[in-house]
């Protein structure tokens, strides 16, 4: 494992893991807190759920440690709070 956190195959794959996952998470999102169609957003969600288990346990066995994924997770959840707060308030 190289030592360099946003150049090394393995930050990518990590990366690349998250950046995906988040992806597929926000279209889940938009589903569920924008077009209020809860049962597609569940089955969008498997697929994000399954891409970050992977890219959690990557990180828990120290293949890789973040970097740049953090903050597309951290992206992630803040576009899932803004959402959410619009799909609250359109039903609301």
Do not use: P, R
Request: glycine share 8%; with cysteine.
């Amino acid at each position: 494992m190289s030592n360099n956190v946003f150049l090394s195959t393995d930050a990518l794959v990590g990366n690349y893991l998250a950046t995906f996952a988040s992806i597929i998470s926000i279209t889940g999102v938009i589903f569920n807190n924008v077009l209020l169609e809860h049962t597609t957003a569940m089955l969008i969600w498997s697929a994000s759920n399954l891409l970050f288990v992977i890219f959690f346990f990557g990180q828990y066995i120290k293949l890789w440690n973040g970097g740049l994924s953090s903050a597309t997770i951290c992206i992630t959840y803040v576009i899932m709070l803004v959402s959410g707060i619009y799909g609250l308030v359109q039903i609301g």
